[in-house]
T-cell receptor, first 111, second 116 residues
Framework: LAKTTQPISMDSYEGQEVNITCSHN???????ITWYQQFPSQGPRFIIQ???TKVTNEVASLFIPADRKSSTLSLPRVSLSDTAVYYC????????????FGSGTQLTVLP | KAGVTQTPRYLIKTRGQQVTLSCSPI?????VSWYQQTPGQGLQFLFE???????NKGNFPGRFSGRQFSNSRSEMNVSTLELGDSALYLC???????????????FGPGTRLTVT
């Protein structure tokens, strides 16, 4: 399983776009990049997943450069309710069911 | 569609006792995984069950065990509880497709276990 590195914490203000970058230098050819969100005392919630280039859904975008050694989760116009821990996970189908969570990034959205 | 449910939500036990936690996956999901979350160690994988068989196991002592029933419901058991077992225990279910979809797991609210 590829090791990931994320910032420990980030602060932002309501209405701003937030970009959280994850480094995964040892990503393998079959690996996908997945992001989860977790609020205190709740289970993590799947946000988005991608393999290369850009993926967008109703809550976020995921940007993956050509070398795939990093990825950036982009949250448009954050609100106070986006305050949470965000986890970047990297792995392939064979190991996918054993999710390996790093320390995550604590995002705090300020009014 | 109902989400993943876990019971009980909160539990207080004393050292040396044993505990059983229950998880009901989303209807149609056949894979159930268990995780332990503590402030110091973060989220750690315990084990994963599919079709009543344990397929993956994390690095936890044998005091931690689990099982899955034919209806995909799962239980985990911790015997001879230690203070360090105090944690949030999370269950997640997924449709094991053997593809990237395995990473889309759905977590329950967790069981908060306190060992005194």
């Amino acid at each position: 399983l590829a090791k990931t590195t994320q910032p420990i914490s980030m602060d932002s203000y309501e209405g701003q776009e937030v970009n959280i970058t994850c480094s995964h230098n040892n990503i393998a050819t079959n690996d996908y990049i997945t992001w989860y969100q977790q609020f205190p005392s709740q289970g993590p919630r799947f946000i988005i997943q991608g393999y290369k280039t850009k993926v967008t859904n109703e809550v976020a975008s995921l940007f993956i450069p050509a070398d795939r050694k990093s990825s950036t989760l982009s949250l448009p116009r954050v609100s106070l309710s986006d305050t949470a821990v965000y986890y970047c996970l990297v792995g392939g189908p064979g190991s996918a069911r054993q999710l390996t969570f790093g320390s995550g990034t604590q995002l705090t959205v300020l009014p | 569609k109902a989400g993943v449910t876990q019971t009980p939500r909160y539990l207080i036990k004393t050292r040396g006792q044993q505990v059983t936690l229950s998880c009901s996956p989303i209807s149609g999901h056949r894979s159930v995984s268990w995780y332990q979350q503590t402030p110091g160690q973060g989220l750690q994988f315990l084990f994963e069950y599919f079709s009543e068989t344990q397929r993956n196991k994390g690095n936890f002592p044998g005091r931690f065990s689990g099982r899955q029933f034919s209806n995909s419901r799962s239980e985990m058991n911790v015997s001879t509880l230690e203070l360090g077992d105090s944690a949030l225990y999370l269950c997640a279910s997924s449709l094991p497709t053997g593809t990237s979809g395995d990473y889309e797991q759905y977590f329950g609210p967790g069981t908060r276990l306190t060992v005194t």
